[in-house]
């Protein structure tokens, strides 16, 4: 069903799907192994990067290098490696493809992006500001027009962060600084009171758990896909429109044990800075938002991480000296549901035992290539094959 409202065109799906049925990911291709030669054994997944001729760049981010894979697995070439220089890394925890080939990481500690030659040539050093602020977990975009899009978060007067995106043009200029559309929006939180320097103190903000987010991504036209979870509504940016997709869900519940679970995790991560705290928010929820993410696939597809229902699960890593280790935890499985770019509902997807959502996984029509773990914490990079059930 669909419907103009003014600028926004609404699709909205009630009931049914494209694929008439769920899908799973069938493996066909596997790159890491737990011993074997250096290129193959991967200290810690960042991120990972497919080009349109279906070449692999994987992001160590212990090692601090780039390997480069051809479309069956065959090793090519290692890009970068630690240190301080051109070309090399302090730290990284993003990878891209540029539209012309080039690669590019994103070295947070030194404020700046590194990018490769495929031909070999010189490194580029491109630098930014981020008012001293150092984040994991900061994601490179970019998009069929040569641009490149750093998430560079600054504090606001009132001391939270506000995630500004510098866009780069093609030869490392920066152009432009864009905010997310929905980027001001405020989840349910509780307040702890930070002590600094000189005996001051600054109160900040918690988010509640399993409360709703702001969620967004960029799609390769540079276009911002946005979503508050207080509903299932998903707004993709068009040249001069917007594509609203709608879809109704039934809200997974939250048991009593599962929310005491949260509440004394969050209660016990927040004393270890404030001793005496104690719970000043609001509740957490019966029910879990609709979804927890967004990621717009290489084809424009738009892949949704659902919330779904968690069970306890006793944690064999537990560490009883550390405060944030849980002896019990409540994982939920992973589901996604999966959206032509034009709001076509084509179905939930399903991923195997030891599929990781972080680093993001890399979509591209019928293509998935993602992170595994295996029992003994080994990763891999994985390519599956959509396949619908029956």
Do not use: C
């Not at 990972?48 to 992001?59: F, K, N, Q, S, T």
């Not at 891209?96 to 590019?104: C, E, F, I, T, Y």
Request: net charge negative; hydrophobic share 35%.
């Amino acid at each position: 069903m669909s419907e103009i409202r003014g600028d926004t065109t609404v699709v909205r799906t009630l009931s049914g799907s494209a694929w008439g049925a769920d899908a799973t990911l069938v493996p066909e291709l596997s790159i890491g192994e737990m011993e074997g030669p250096d290129e193959l054994l991967f200290g810690r997944i960042a991120s990972i990067a497919v080009d349109d001729e279906g070449r692999i760049h994987v992001l160590d981010g212990q090692a601090l290098n780039v390997r480069v894979f051809d479309p069956t697995g065959e090793y090519i070439e290692t890009l970068g490696g630690p240190g301080e220089g051109p070309g090399e890394l302090r730290t990284a925890e993003s990878v891209v493809l540029l539209a012309d080939g080039r690669v590019a990481v994103n070295d947070q500690i030194g404020f700046r992006v590194q990018v490769y030659r495929p031909d070999g040539g010189e490194t580029e050093t491109w630098s930014y500001s981020a008012g001293g602020v150092v984040l994991r977990l900061r994601q490179l975009y970019a998009d069929r027009r040569g641009r490149t899009f750093v998430v560079a978060p600054q504090r606001s007067p009132s001391g939270n962060l506000v995630r500004q995106v510098i866009v780069f043009d093609a030869n490392g200029a920066p152009r432009d600084t864009l905010l997310p559309p929905g980027g001001d929006f405020e989840p349910p939180s509780v307040e702890l009171e930070l002590v600094m320097g000189a005996g001051r103190a600054r109160t900040i903000s918690q988010p509640v758990p399993l409360t709703a987010r702001h969620y967004w991504t960029l799609n390769a036209d540079g276009r911002f896909v946005t979503a508050i979870s207080t509903e299932y509504r998903i707004d993709v940016q068009r040249v001069d429109s917007v594509l609203r997709i709608e879809r109704a869900y039934e809200p997974v519940a939250v048991s009593e044990a599962e929310r005491s679970y949260h509440r004394e995790r969050q209660t016990r991560a927040l004393r270890v800075t404030q001793p005496d705290w104690e719970w000043n928010g609001p509740p957490i929820p019966g029910t879990k938002p609709p979804f927890r993410g967004l990621v717009a696939g290489r084809d424009g597809r738009i892949w949704v991480r659902l919330w779904t229902e968690a069970s306890p699960e006793e944690n064999e890593d537990h560490d009883p000296g550390n405060p944030r280790s849980e002896p019990v935890t409540w994982p939920s499985p992973l589901r996604y549901d999966v959206f032509e770019p034009d709001g076509t509902y084509l179905g939930a997807v399903n991923p195997a035992e030891g599929f990781v959502d972080y680093p993001q996984p890399v979509f591209d029509g019928d293509d998935v290539w993602a992170v595994t773990r295996d029992a003994l914490g080994v990763e891999r990079v994985v390519r599956f094959r959509i396949e619908v059930d029956g």
